[in-house]
């Protein structure tokens, strides 16, 4: 028995019903036309009898394996972001049609710097997520196991800056980003979680603050009496804690006292004030040259080497130098496994230990 369109009582958007190698099937065609309900029976038709010919593999799309994917469980606004651009760009593209040819055309695709991304983007923007999806599909056994292959990522440096470094690019800093740099010393926050801080989290009396983690969980972590000096300079007590120099409106038009979110999604909010600082801290870095598009003139811009997250690194560099404790520096950084910790150990060698105490415990 083939599909046919019926109406339905108290809708008017058509339905296709019958029965497809004893499956039986009533479902909506989406709309009350009866020439696009007839194209979408035909499809839908087409796609029953080829599954029941060839197996589920045959007919599942990219588009349907992400919703899915999207049902079982909640995901992070992180990898929702991701997911769109995929959909875009694969959309109804059956699983078993994607192979590396069409991962290469991905990066080129959605990436903005195409098939010469780095590593690292491409395994973040594209083929962790597509990974992600065509496992999930798999164990459905929809498809495949993916057999992608995968950039290979350079061992990127570890670095860190000794106390009087700190302190030089400290007092290079415009006046409202130092407090936030001694913050993340301090502590070893993540500059997402330092942004998004609010001073309900935070615990003067106690020495204490709750940031978040990307996971969603919760992290204490303790403040030293540095850190302590640097909040009580603050002249506010509630929303955020740390604030721009120029309060700009968001992408609603909505003018807030903190950074802008950009749901951990990418960075950028200090990224001026930074190399300013860095530059005139003497700190290691680059000229960048380049030429606007639609402009003949070249522009030209101080990149540091040393980013806002090396002064994490740089805070577990210094807490192993202190009480060469792994297992501590992993429960207090709030990592998850052993391995990425091991990074820090030995980096610094003891003859600092003092000068990082004192840089701790000033309270001036």
Request: glycine share 6%.
């Amino acid at each position: 028995m083939s599909l046919k369109i019926v109406n339905r009582h108290g809708t008017h958007r058509l339905y296709i019903r019958g029965t497809v190698s004893g499956q039986s099937i009533s479902e909506s065609t989406g709309t009350s036309d009866p020439v696009r309900a007839e194209e979408y029976r035909a499809k839908r038709e087409a796609e029953l009898w080829k599954e029941a010919v060839y197996g589920k593999r045959a007919v599942v799309t990219f588009a349907h394996a992400v919703g899915d994917y999207l049902e079982d469980c909640e995901r992070s606004e992180t990898t929702k972001f991701h997911l769109r651009r995929l959909l875009d760009h694969f959309g109804t593209t059956r699983l078993m049609e994607i192979a590396q040819p069409q991962v290469d055309e991905a990066y080129k695709a959605i990436l903005r710097d195409g098939a010469q991304a780095s590593p690292a983007t491409k395994m973040r923007g594209v083929l962790t997520p597509l990974r992600a999806i065509m496992e999930f599909a798999a164990i459905r056994q929809w498809c495949e196991r993916p057999a992608f292959s995968t950039p290979k990522i350079p061992k990127r440096r570890t670095n860190y800056l000794q106390p009087d470094e700190v302190d030089r690019l400290i007092s290079s800093a415009a006046p409202h980003l130092r407090p936030l740099i001694i913050f993340l010393v301090g502590t070893g926050a993540r500059l997402s979680e330092a942004l998004e801080l609010e001073w309900k989290d935070v615990d003067i009396r106690g020495k204490r603050a709750v940031v978040w983690q990307k996971q969603g969980n919760e992290r204490r972590i303790d403040l030293p009496p540095r850190v302590i000096r640097a909040l009580l300079t603050l002249g506010h007590r509630d929303g955020p804690v740390f604030r721009p120099r120029i309060r700009r409106p968001d992408a609603l038009g909505v003018i807030n006292d903190g950074y802008a979110s950009k749901g951990r999604l990418s960075g950028g909010q200090i990224k001026s004030a930074w190399a300013s600082a860095c530059r005139k801290a003497l700190l290691p870095g680059r000229i960048r040259v380049w030429t606007p598009i639609g402009s003949n003139t070249q522009k030209s811009a101080f990149v540091p080497e040393i980013t806002p997250h090396d002064l994490r690194h740089t805070w577990a560099t210094w807490h192993y130098c202190l009480h060469r404790d792994i297992l501590r520096l992993k429960d207090d950084g709030g990592w998850a496994t052993i391995s990425i910790v091991t990074r820090y150990a030995k980096k610094m060698p003891d003859e600092y230990r003092k000068d990082v105490e004192n840089w701790l415990s000033q309270a001036d």
